[in-house]
């Protein structure tokens, strides 16, 4: 396994396995951890080689526990919207954005910035041991990497207005039914459960996988509609569309190659 200083990277039968690396610190998001992240998010946007990635944090405790507290002492508003701004379109919308499917195995805290990198991803997988919560609001701030706007479309506004403005802490069980996450299985099980999500949808059209994550993340007004219908038709023009119609009709395995 190849490392950075803060986030371990493995690519192995087409899954990029990313770890955030800092269990001292519970896998708090600081700068340069951000960095890295974007760096390998990147990569994987541009790889081909690369048909999905599994994010998750070293040790048993924290999948990441929020960002790093101690760098934003000295910010002021000017700063600290700069510093919104860039994690959000390095890494937070990156990760929405990417291409191929970012699924997150969420091992134990998932807390503030860490809860938002969750969100991020495009499936979540939960031990039953993991915890969850926004607390911004108890340092005076409020979620600034995307957390207000992705908590509100998966839980909902009500329950997203509550659970952030009462920093109030959740368990696995209770994250599930909210629809927090998709799944909570026990510890042992995360990472299987993770790759074998992974491993379904790399059996599928890699272009197509592509056109419905734009699609979905358009999703919520007229603009996701027409970004759907756009999609739609893009996939008409590819191999990989003619050959999941070939396969169907000829009643076999279709075996797609992303063009």
């Known amino acids: 396994m190849s490392a950075g200083r803060n986030i371990l990277r493995e690519l192995k039968e087409q899954v990029l396995y990313l770890t955030i690396n800092r269990p001292d610190k519970l896998n708090a998001l600081n700068r340069e951890t951000l960095e890295e992240l974007a760096q390998q998010i990147e990569f994987a946007a541009q790889t081909r080689e690369v048909r999905g990635v599994l994010l998750t944090g ?47 195995a969420i091992n134990g805290f998932a807390l ?17 041991q993991a915890r969850f919560g926004l607390p911004e609001v108890t340092l005076g701030l409020i979620p600034g ?37 998709n799944y909570v299985v026990p510890g042992a099980e995360l990472q299987t459960k993770s790759v074998s999500i992974l491993e379904q949808i790399r059996s599928r059209a890699p272009l197509a996988v592509a056109a419905a994550i734009r699609a979905v993340n358009a999703s919520g007004g007229r603009e996701g509609f027409e970004t759907e219908i756009r999609e739609f038709g893009q996939c008409f023009g590819t191999a990989d569309f003619r050959e999941g119609v070939a396969a169907f009709l000829e009643k076999r395995k279709a075996s797609f190659i992303g063009t």
């Open 112 to 128: 503030g910035g860490g809860l938002e990198l969750a969100m991020a991803c495009h499936i979540r997988v939960a031990s039953d």
């Open 145 to 181: 990497y995307g957390g207000t706007q992705r908590l509100a479309g998966l839980i909902g506004r009500g329950r997203a207005i509550e659970m952030i403005t009462t920093a109030e802490m959740i368990g696995a069980e209770q994250a599930e039914k909210i629809g927090l996450v």
């Open 58 to 104: 070293a040790g048993e405790k924290a999948f990441a526990a929020g960002a790093d507290i101690s760098e934003f002492a000295t910010l002021g508003p000017e700063d600290g919207e700069a510093l919104a701004r860039r994690g959000q379109e390095q890494v937070f919308d990156a990760i929405s954005n990417c291409p191929k499917p970012v699924v997150a």
